[in-house]
């Protein structure tokens, strides 16, 4: 079989992220090959040239190709970038595991701790694929929308080895967007998981209409415990402060684009919490993270209060006011403790 050719890269999941990565890949030259589960909407892309569901107007650079057959996929490129839920990671990452040849390295821009098992993408992808891959995670302050329509971007690379960090970021970059490299696989994971939580918790303050006050600082406290969680799993502190910590904390809490945020705002309102993620058509990665992380704090003795009472929301056990009232009900400390 003949070797894929050179910056070749396949796209696994075909939504609003996976599309707009492709997107921007092809964008600069790259031969990119975008796979998803559903046949019929990859043929309707295909006739199209844009994914009209996920995201529409953006047309699809005549570099970027798309295939419904996996093995077909996994053939046209050495590396590979994977864009589903968190929940569907294990499933794809096992997948895919019968057709990687030696070459092939593995990132992914999947967010979030597994429920149940507590892992980060990372552990879990060693767990189901075994040591020898170079692995990388994408992360950072990044709206699908924006990303597909060329407007100016930055995000983090971060990889288990510096050469392919580098390589998959000079790939990634043009001139409306840039991405930084990173060591810290952990850390950038955790800000990915972590933000989510508190994004639910920034979009149920506003729309309990709590104020600005109030939302600075839910988003600086939520800061805290992203670091505090980060730091304990062997992150470094100094990675929370970047890209894929503050600046996509502020983000996610912040735009009405982020889906965390506008279930939290459905929340406040009374919607029940199956009626408005049905309302947002697309997974709302907050709503599982919420469980895993509360158990992964539990299981390192770490306080994370407005992580615990966004999962206490989420699971019917507080309403937005009687959660407020917790939060600001608990024993005064010191700011860096």
């Known amino acids: ?110 967010k979030g701790f597994e429920q149940h098992t507590g892992l980060l993408p990372h552990a879990l992808a060693r767990e189901v694929l075994g040591p020898a891959l170079a692995l990388a995670t994408l992360s950072g302050p990044t709206f699908a929308r924006e990303v597909g329509q060329g407007l100016p971007t930055a995000l983090t690379v971060a990889a288990t080895e510096p ?15 840039r991405a930084y490299t990173s060591g810290d696989m952990i850390g950038v994971e955790v800000g990915g998981a972590v933000k989510n939580v508190i994004a639910i918790g920034a979009g149920i303050s506003d729309g309990l209409r709590f104020g600005a006050n109030t939302r600075i600082a839910l988003i600086t406290r939520g800061l805290a415990e992203m670091t505090r ?9 100094t990675t929370f402060v970047g890209l894929s910590g503050m600046g996509d904390l502020v983000l996610t809490c912040t735009d009405d684009q982020s889906r965390n945020r506008r279930l939290g705002l459905s929340l406040a309102a009374g919607t029940p919490l199956d009626e408005a993620v049905q309302a947002i058509g697309q997974v709302v990665e907050g709503a599982y993270a919420a469980v895993a992380v509360r158990e992964v704090a539990a299981s390192l003795g770490l306080e994370m209060p407005i992580c ?30």
């Open 163 to 177: 050469a392919f960090a580098t390589d998959l970021a000079a790939r990634l970059s043009g001139s409306r967007f």
């Open 1 to 110: 079989m003949p070797r894929p050719p050179a910056g070749a890269v396949t796209v696994l999941g075909a939504g609003s992220w996976g599309t707009a990565l492709a997107v921007q890949l092809a964008r600069c030259g790259h031969p990119v090959t975008l796979w998803g589960r559903d046949a019929g909407a990859l043929a309707d892309m295909a006739a199209r040239r844009e994914n009209a569901r996920y995201l529409p107007g953006v047309a699809f650079p005549p570099t970027l190709a798309v295939e419904a057959d996996l093995a077909a996929a996994l053939a046209r490129a050495d590396d590979l970038l994977v864009c589903v839920p968190s929940r569907a990671f294990r499933a794809t990452l096992t997948a895919l595991r019968p057709h990687l040849g030696p070459a092939t390295r593995l990132a992914w821009a999947t």
């Open 229 to 237: 969680l980060g730091v304990a799993l062997g992150a470094r502190a």
């Open 308 to 337: 615990e009472q966004v999962a206490r929301i989420l699971a019917g056990l507080a309403t937005p006011a009687e959660a407020v009232d917790a939060l600001m009900a608990r024993a005064l400390r010191p700011e860096n403790d």
